[in-house]
């Protein structure tokens, strides 16, 4: 079966890039002479299949994947500059393009299975989107890094609204267990129904809910420490992706600082690897970790981890976890298709593999030594 990655990068264009990822690593010329054993993958410009309705795609801030192999992305329709969107000026300027919902769900071949998202009854639509997550029971959660977003949505994957955590258009500093700060992204654990949130581009935190009711269950900063505690070098903003391993361990994205933080469920770091006495950091050697997608697959031993990082122009690399060693990276940064720029997340699919977030799309399909 084809794997496959998905990143979304930070320019205005019409394609979702399926990520230079892949399930055991990314393919590089340098890392492909390092390390020959892992697989290769070569860009697949077909995915996904046109939008309808003359819709485009703006700023992709999000990608997820579910269970049902298929895959989620949050956009930024106001994103779209009047000429993409020249159909639904005023008078019109062209007979092409308005813009796409903001929640797009994709098949595992790229077709649109439904679409939906925006102002409705009963919530206030963030006023940014960022970060979505599909959880088990196919209940889809969507968050905001507006000025004054601060909450997370929670809706069926139909579209109809369960919940919010939060509330729309207050905001609220690292004390505060009933408000959020521009939130980045989140994860939930399905053994405990706990919510864990990055809280994010206003604060420098991880708070955790209970997932049925919102309720707040507790929070921490950087080391496991409360946040503001000048004995440890805090979390910078933003506090950019949360992501729960198999094992238990959750992965923390402290993108100011370049570093990820590795945690047990509750707030203390674990050392990585074990044989360290000591707990501490992950630090890849490249600027500013963003995203973090952990092999989804239950059957499946977890050995590595994609990341990505940089700038608005960034590598996508993978990582063995135990070694925290280098596998292979992405060749090139850029727009066109294959390079990333500016990735806001990653995801990987149970069939096919990681998948990379913002505003392009480009997707991967395994490629054979005789290529």
């Not at 979702?16 to 070569?42: F, K, M, N, Q």
């Not at 009963?122 to 959880?135: A, R």
């Not at 939930?188 to 949130?197: H, I, M, R, S, W």
């Not at 593999?353 to 913002?358: K, L």
Request: contains cysteine; proline residues 10%.
């Amino acid at each position: 079966m084809l794997r496959r990655t998905i990143v979304l990068p930070a320019l205005t264009l019409t394609l979702l890039v399926l990520a230079r990822l892949l399930a055991g690593g990314l393919t590089d010329r340098s890392a492909a002479a390092s390390d020959s054993s892992g697989p290769r993958v070569e860009v697949d410009p077909f995915w996904p299949k046109p939008l309808p309705n003359n819709w485009l795609m703006g700023q992709a801030a999000g990608v997820a994947t579910d269970r049902h192999d298929h895959v989620w992305v949050i956009q930024r329709p106001k994103s779209l500059t009047e000429d993409e969107r020249g159909a639904t000026l005023n008078p019109p300027r062209s007979r092409c393009c308005a813009p796409a919902p903001p929640v797009l769900e994709f098949d595992a071949d790229g077709a649109l299975l439904q679409s939906w998202g925006g102002p409705g009854s009963g919530y206030t639509w963030p006023e940014n989107e960022h970060g979505i997550f599909v959880d088990g029971k196919d209940n889809v959660w969507v968050a905001g890094n507006g000025p004054k977003d601060g909450q997370i949505l929670k809706f069926t994957r139909d579209g109809k609204f369960l919940m919010k955590i939060g509330e729309p258009g207050v905001v609220g500093d690292d004390a505060d267990t009933r408000h959020l700060n521009r939130p980045a992204n989140m994860v939930l654990d399905a053994t405990t129904n706990e919510l864990f949130v990055a809280d994010g581009y206003g604060n420098h935190r991880v708070i955790v809910f209970d997932a049925d009711t919102g309720a707040y269950k507790r929070h921490w900063g950087a080391n496991g420490r409360p946040p503001g505690d000048t004995s440890v070098k805090g979390f910078g903003n933003p506090v950019h992706c949360v992501r729960l391993s198999r094992d238990g361990l959750l992965y923390v994205c402290d993108r100011k600082n370049n570093r990820i933080q590795v945690f047990r469920k509750e707030p203390r770091l674990d050392a990585h690897p074990r044989k360290r006495p000591h707990p501490r950091h992950l630090r890849p050697q490249w600027p500013r970790p963003r995203a973090v997608p952990l092999d989804p697959q239950p059957r499946r031993r977890q050995q590595g981890q994609h990341l990505y990082d940089g700038g608005r122009y960034g590598k996508a690399r993978s990582e063995i976890r135990r070694a925290l060693k280098r596998q292979a990276g992405s060749r090139d940064s850029g727009t066109s298709p294959g390079p990333c720029c500016a990735v806001e997340g990653l995801s990987r699919d149970p069939g096919r593999g990681p998948r990379r977030g913002r505003p392009r799309r480009q997707p991967l399909r395994p490629r054979t030594d005789s290529e």
